[in-house]
């Protein structure tokens, strides 16, 4: 439990309301893989604004269950925002989605779901 993936800040929000913990894993759930996806598919095409805007949309969540590659996750919204054209940004971007990966499927075991 917790590897990739930490509940501290969760837990603070929630204030000892483990039904509230479960329903902000499910969010997480229910958004961040689909946002890294749309992500990842922007990065390929080097559509700037919507890699931009997916990246933007998952930054309080990445923060939220600290899943240790936010500073990965600004680069990549850099990238998109300033339309970074000479700059390889798959090594940040495959940091996001491994993360993303591995913290959803230890979620899924953890709440359940």
Known sequence: ME???KLFRVREL???DEDFVKALA???LGEVPEDAQRLEKAVSEKDYYNAYQAAHKMKPTID???LGVLQDLI????WGKFEKTGLDISE???LVLTAVEKASNEMKADFNL
């Open 75 to 78: 680069e990549v919204q850099d």
């Open 64 to 66: 939220l269950f600290e």
């Open 3 to 5: 590897q990739h993936y």
């Open 14 to 16: 929630a204030d000892g």
């Open 92 to 94: 940040k971007l495959e």
């Open 26 to 28: 499910e969010a997480f």
